[in-house]
């Protein structure tokens, strides 16, 4: 069974920081692109950043330089590590990733996890 399984949020303080980690598992040829994707009360999901497999990052403007993204490929796993977290960072965090299989490519979504910034 292929899918994304999402660990690290929880409850913080503003100002402090979390890490969160996404692995794919499964029958997958290939891991592409990945993301990081948020989802507050009442709004819509928004994309936070992402990774291309070949490492190229890009983000939200309300995160940059706060956040980074990154991957460990031979892991098939994407993290999210999130410094100076602010209330308005709460939300559901979902993990995407374009993963090759033997009959094509498909987005996968991962089962969210709760992040709270407490102010």
């Known amino acids: 069974q292929v899918q994304l399984v999402e660990s690290g949020g929880g409850l913080v303080q503003a100002g402090g920081s979390l890490r969160l980690s996404c692995a794919a598992s499964?029958?997958?040829?290939?891991?592409?692109?990945m993301g990081w994707y948020r989802q507050a009360p009442g709004k819509q999901r928004e994309l936070v950043a992402g990774?291309?497999?070949?490492?190229?990052?890009n983000y939200a403007d309300s995160v940059k330089g706060r956040f980074i993204v990154s991957r460990d490929n031979a892991k098939n796993t994407v993290y999210l590590q999130m410094n100076s977290l602010q209330p308005e960072d709460t939300g559901v965090y979902y993990c995407?990733?374009?993963?090759?299989?033997?009959?094509?490519?498909?987005?996968?979504w991962g089962q969210g996890t709760q992040v709270t910034v407490s102010s």
């Open positions: 990774i291309t497999g070949g490492g190229i990052t």
């Open positions: 995407s990733a374009k993963l090759l299989l033997m009959s094509g490519e498909y987005n996968y």
């Open positions: 499964g029958s997958i040829l290939a891991v592409n692109a």
